[in-house]
């Protein structure tokens, strides 16, 4: 067990980069259905996840032959 204050106790940068993007996507979802009339609601919330589920796909695997290639 780490001791507080080090940091394996605060966490790590890809933990906040993780949270940083969830909470960037619940903050762009709540804009994708208020820019929409309330009978579309669901459909431009399904249309927003299915454009952010293939960036979550795709970004880090992008992301993987980058640094693997340089």
Not at 38 to 59: E, I, N, R, S, V
Request: charged share 5%.
């Amino acid at each position: 067990m780490s001791a507080p204050g080090t940091r394996a106790h605060r966490g790590s940068p890809a933990t906040l980069a993780v949270l940083t993007a969830s909470a960037g996507q619940a903050a762009l979802a709540v804009y994708a259905t208020r820019a929409a009339p309330a009978t579309q609601h669901p459909t431009a919330m399904g249309l927003f996840d299915l454009c952010h589920q293939p960036g979550g796909a795709f970004g880090p695997a992008a992301a993987a032959l980058i640094a693997l290639s340089g």
